[in-house]
């Protein structure tokens, strides 16, 4: 951890002094399937940023396989000790919006470089005694929340779990599908459900020849379709979106603004899904959403099964004006029997989450929590060897 810290001056530049990039490992509460693959035990890589005695975190929202993007833990982990970090240690930088030009060199590892800037707008929030929402531009002083429900194995237990969230408060339904688990399912939760705000994702499970089975789902008034086809394709989502009613949101094909106003131009979607992680920061993901908004183009938050730190970033994020949907940021207990922060994240019974007002991530990072999850860990300093533990218990 970094040196307790005085009043500092915000006006000053912000020196990297010190890096700390960490992998836990934490087990989800129950199983958690999508178009491609179950995932039971994340994997987390968490980046601890030290300036002038502050501390900020970020979380690195990669996942264990390539499978929603190219990323992984692992890669995440050997670009960040390869590249970001060594870009970035000791130098100055006047704010956390001068970090994505640093670390340009570096193609893609949107994820991992978004930790780092995370991290820094952490402590930038911190230094100029602000809440972050507020200094990213937010406006809500709370945020309508959705919850993202896995593939089931029937439709019966689905609309189980659909019963358990609409009564903690959930605003919005969204359900896993992939070919042979969709109609079945979007009739069973329709029918007892008619009036549930409902969204299907995909995970780029389709084909474009499937594009009459996919018009079927118009007959069940949904919210939006979530990135049916394929992960890095524009094109090809314009020509299903012009022959179905049921809205297109885009998820994995949006990496950053010039993708979304292609998309747009193209109509290629009605709605547009941010991930923190997969646009690079809380800088790309504010031009991402004036660039939807300037256009009448909603957005909303995706998770990707965040700790406490990666939920704070997206809380911040989501009380943007541009925000208008419920978006995938849930209460810490619907994954994690216990989370790294404290107080967690809960969601009130009319299915919102209140924005924090404290300066920084406006929950308590639960250090020793985390050490004890760490399994191993690399420190970075200007003019130093690197400091790697493995192993750690």
Request: proline share 5%.
């Amino acid at each position: 951890m970094c040196a307790a810290a005085g009043l500092v001056d915000w006006w000053k530049n912000l020196k990297i002094e010190s890096l700390t990039l960490r992998e836990i490992h934490l087990r989800l509460k129950s199983s958690f399937e999508t178009s491609f693959g179950t995932i039971r035990e994340r994997r987390i890589l968490l980046v601890e940023a030290c300036s002038d005695g502050l501390t900020g975190w970020g979380e690195v929202t990669a996942g264990e396989g390539p499978f929603y993007n190219s990323e992984t833990t692992d890669t995440s982990w050997s670009i960040f000790c390869s590249f970001v970090a060594p870009l970035s240690i000791g130098k100055d930088i006047e704010g956390p919006g001068d970090l994505p030009a640093l670390l340009q060199p570096i193609r893609g590892h949107e994820m991992t470089k978004a930790a780092l800037e995370n991290a820094f707008w952490d402590i930038e929030s911190q230094r100029r005694g602000v809440p972050l929402a507020t200094l990213l531009g937010g406006t809500a002083r709370e945020i309508p929340c959705g919850v993202s429900l896995g593939i089931q194995s029937e439709p019966e237990a689905l609309l189980a779990l659909i019963e358990k969230e609409l009564a903690a408060g959930y605003q919005r339904i969204k359900i896993k599908i992939k070919p042979g688990k969709d109609l079945e399912f979007i009739a069973a939760v329709r029918k007892r459900f008619p009036s549930v705000k409902l969204m299907v994702d995909a995970n780029s499970a389709y084909r474009l020849e499937q594009a009459a089975h996919l018009k079927k789902f118009d007959a069940y008034d949904l919210m939006m379709i979530e990135q049916p086809l394929a992960w890095d394709d524009i094109f090809d989502h314009a020509k299903l979106q012009a022959g179905i009613r049921t809205p297109i949101c885009l998820d994995e094909s949006i990496h950053n603004s010039h993708h979304a106003a292609a998309a747009i131009e193209l109509r290629a979607c009605q709605i547009i899904n941010i991930k923190l992680g997969r646009v690079g920061g809380h800088s790309e993901a504010r031009r991402v959403q004036d660039v939807c908004r300037q256009r009448s183009i909603p957005v909303w938050c995706g998770g990707m099964l965040e700790t406490g730190i990666g939920r704070a970033h997206n809380i911040a994020m989501s009380s943007l004006p541009g925000f208008v949907l419920p978006g995938d940021v849930s209460a810490s207990q619907r994954y994690w029997d216990e989370d790294i922060i404290e107080p967690e994240v809960k969601v009130s019974s009319e299915g919102t989450i209140v924005v924090p007002t404290t300066p920084g991530l406006g929950y308590s990072v639960r250090g020793k929590r985390i050490e004890q999850l760490t399994v191993r860990r690399q420190e970075f300093h200007p003019n130093k060897a690197q400091v790697a533990v493995e192993g750690v218990a």
